[in-house]
């Protein structure tokens, strides 16, 4: 285990303006932020950045999705942060999302699901690379 994951605030959250929100409940449950910005991905980015679902049947509607609009992307620190953020934001579904995660507050359906939470060490440390030079961190 190590410390560090990877989150964006995805197109529907940043849209329906709930970035502030969301920001804040990050921070109340104990996350750092080491980067942090606001950007928008081309379709082509948000294709290499979901690479690994490419032969899911919903690729097309998530790199459409994905693309469609400004997101929030930043790497978090705390101790257990991949584990301990996939808790904070609930499962994929809102409609399996326990009461109070981010997901079941303010996700709108599977794909729309208002935040992405980094799986695994490895993934985190490939997501925040993807995004993030070494200046742009602290
Ligand atoms: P996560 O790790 O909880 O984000 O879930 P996955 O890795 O399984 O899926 C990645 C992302 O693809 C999800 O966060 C959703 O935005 C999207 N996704 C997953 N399943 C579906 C689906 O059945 N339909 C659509 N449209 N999008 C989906």
Do not use: C
């Amino acid at each position: 285990m190590t410390n560090r994951t990877f989150t964006m605030i995805k197109p529907d959250a940043f849209g329906n303006g709930h970035t502030g929100a969301i920001l804040q409940k990050i921070e109340a449950a104990g996350f750092k932020f080491i980067a942090l910005k606001l950007t928008k991905l081309s379709a082509e980015k948000a294709g290499e950045f979901y690479a690994v679902h490419a032969a899911r049947p919903f690729y097309g509607e998530l790199v459409e999705f994905m693309s469609s609009g400004p997101i929030v992307a930043a790497i978090l620190e705390k101790d257990n942060a991949v584990e301990e953020f996939r808790k904070l934001i609930g499962a994929t579904n809102p409609a399996n999302a326990d009461e109070g995660t981010i997901r079941k507050i303010f996700a709108e359906s599977i794909g729309r699901n208002a935040v992405h939470g980094s799986d695994s060490d490895e993934n985190a440390a490939i997501e925040g690379n993807f995004f993030f030079s070494g200046f742009e961190r602290i």
